[in-house]
């Protein structure tokens, strides 16, 4: 039998081991705690030789809170750039060798896109003369800066705000060839902090020699030229090697303006900016005044290459469908597209126009328009008020907010589910997972047809379609196939377009309804052909066929209702004389942006206007300018043309109060045609006659009626 005493040591040693682990860790700890209060205690007495009082404390604050406050902004910034830096990643240096010659759609040459490298001449090669000039113009302390010139901005900013307006530009060579590069001419903060890093870094990856190579190959020069190679042999038809001094001061003025400064434009101007530079290089002390002097007095002439516009935003936006049709090691070649330069000036006339007599009055500055004739050739693009200015294409790259002119795409939806112009939605109040849109006026709209709430442009009629009836995945799906390649959104509030679109969408996108319901004709090339004449594309073989996204019926009541937003609606400054006008207009919140986008059997075509910096106008709408510039356009562009109807629309609206005035015209007409019949109709009988018979019928007008007298019987028996 077992001791009960063994089970009781093994016990006392197991909490006698428990007692020694536990006084080891109390210990510990205690030491633990002992040195670290140890510690603390000896480095506050250490801190304390450091203490300051009074004034130096209220130093030492300040310097704290500023290091504190520039680390959080550094963070920012660097959180700002970091996407700008995705974009070196890919093979930024390759200019590719496309060469391409574009003419227009009668055959005419228009310009020209690409760069060849052997066309490029190295910076070694160049006269000294043409690197002053523009160093002395452009950057003079571009070989002691680290791609910011610090002390060249604090004088423009010294200077502009001695002249109270922008007449010096701070921007470094470097600063200039990262825009060039990687990114657009958009005014915002965002862009200026991005281009500032990858100024940066362009100065940690290239030399001085290779930034300055590829800012004088990519810069434009005007006249759709890029590189001062391709504008001497444009504009003087010599190379650069061969340029003479006044020539190359004239080059030299032409980076910050082209487009003000080119000399086949506006020689004289262009001679005043050349006498500019030659003042720069005598102030930057690379030359005397007795060096310039014989350039002042024989400046330098140009060759005569008339006055047409170069039509660059079109060329651009061609050159990159170009890329995307042409085969692999076709790159030389002669693309034959859709161009038409007639409608194209008068689409720059008319946001022009606008903007120079209204855009003070709406805070407005800029415009973007794109044309698309019935057989989805494009005839036109406008990009923007002055490319030389900004060669950013806000036609087919600036994402804008489109406001109520997205509505289309939802009722087309709606037409398809089954909806028809006279079916009844509330236009009420509505409320969707917190949000609760409202109508322009701030009012409930009722019970309305969607003949009614498109015209009128009611908010929440749209709303409630997509809420109660469709939901957003149809009405994105919609848009997309309708010809949308913009990115949109997939949120409630897309429905009134608050996702970005660009111009061109939008054109594409309503001319589904000009095309009879078809998509896919949009194009700007119909033929590319090779420098010995082979065709190595056409577009009436080679692109796919369109093909239908709208029913017959979804087309034909569509443009019934797209029809009555001239007529009725908020468009009515869109209608053209005796021609039927359909389309939509929009605004967004704040009045940033304001669109009109419309259609006749003939031309589709889209209007943006609104501000780079996506400051508010002064409460403009789609109704107002956008459909004002567009009338303008339009009027000229369906001048003697064979003009065709709008698909699907039987009874083309009439505006009330205009059909009133025609027939009240009309009447008025037939009637002075009667009074000049009536004058030159020879008489046929004598006054006196004509008297008499007069007098005779008043006499049996004015005679009592008399009762019929009885019938004899054997009559009436018949």
Sequence with gaps: ??????????????????????????????????????????????????????????????????????????????????????????????????????????????????????????????????????????????????????????????????????????????????????????????????????????????????????????????????????????????????????????????????????????????????????????????????????????????????????????????????????????????????FDANIQKAAEESVEFHLRQFGKEYNVTEGAVVVIETNGAVRAIVGGRDYGTSQFNRATKALRQTGSSFKPYVYATAMEHGFTPDSVVSGGAITWGGWSPHNYNGGSAGNVTLLTAIAKSINTVPVRLAKDYLGIPPIKAMAESMGVESPLESHKTMVLGTSGMTVMDQATGYSVFAQNGFVGSRHGITQLVTRTGEVVYDWAKDAPPPHRVLSEKALKYMNTMLAAVPAIGTARRAQLPNIVVAGKTGTTQSYRDAWFVGFTGNYTAAVWLGNDDFTPTNKMTGGTLPAMVWQRLMVYAHQNIDLKPIPGLDHPWVDPEVAAKAEEAAKKEADAAAAQAEAERPPVLSSRTSQTLRDMTKAFQAAPVLSAPALPETLSAL
């Design 1 to 338: 039998m077992a001791s009960p005493s063994k089970p009781r040591k093994r016990r006392g040693r197991i909490a006698s081991a428990a007692l020694a682990v536990d006084a080891w860790l109390d210990s510990s700890l205690y030491e633990i705690s002992f040195k670290a209060r140890e510690f603390w205690e000896a480095a506050t007495i250490f801190s304390r030789r450091f203490r300051v009082h009074g004034w130096r404390r209220a130093i030492i604050e300040v310097l704290s809170e500023g290091f504190t406050m520039g680390a959080g902004g550094f963070v920012v910034l660097l959180a700002l750039a970091m996407p700008a830096f995705d974009i070196t990643a890919g093979d930024w240096r390759n200019q590719g060798d496309f060469a391409v010659t574009f003419l227009d759609r009668y055959g005419n040459e228009i310009g020209q896109r690409g760069i060849i490298q052997r066309d490029s001449v190295p910076v070694d090669e160049m006269p000294d003369i043409v690197i002053k000039a523009v160093l002395a113009t452009e950057d003079r302390r571009f070989f002691d800066h680290y791609g910011i010139d610090v002390l060249g901005l604090s004088r423009a900013l010294f200077e502009n705000m001695r002249a109270n307006s922008v007449v010096q530009g701070g921007s470094s060579i470097t600063q200039q060839l990262a825009k060039n590069l990687f990114l657009s001419n958009e005014r915002t903060l965002e862009r200026k902090i991005k281009e500032a890093f990858l100024s940066l870094w362009l100065e940690a990856n290239l030399s001085k020699k290779e930034i300055l190579q590829l800012y004088l190959d990519r810069a434009y020069m005007g006249g759709g030229t890029f590189g001062i190679e391709a504008a001497a042999d444009f504009y003087f038809g010599k190379s650069v090697k061969d340029l003479s001094l006044a020539e190359a001061a004239m080059l030299a003025g032409l980076f910050k303006a082209p487009t003000k400064y080119a000399p086949h434009i506006n020689l004289p101007a262009a001679r005043a900016r050349a006498n500019v530079v030659l003042s720069n290089l005598v102030d930057a002390g690379f030359m005397t005044e007795g060096q310039v002097l014989q350039a002042r007095l024989h400046p330098a002439d140009v060759v005569d290459r008339g006055e047409q516009k170069s039509p660059d935003y079109f060329l651009d936006w061609a050159f990159d469908e170009v890329k995307k049709i042409a085969k692999p090691g076709q790159h030389s070649l002669v693309a034959h597209t859709t």
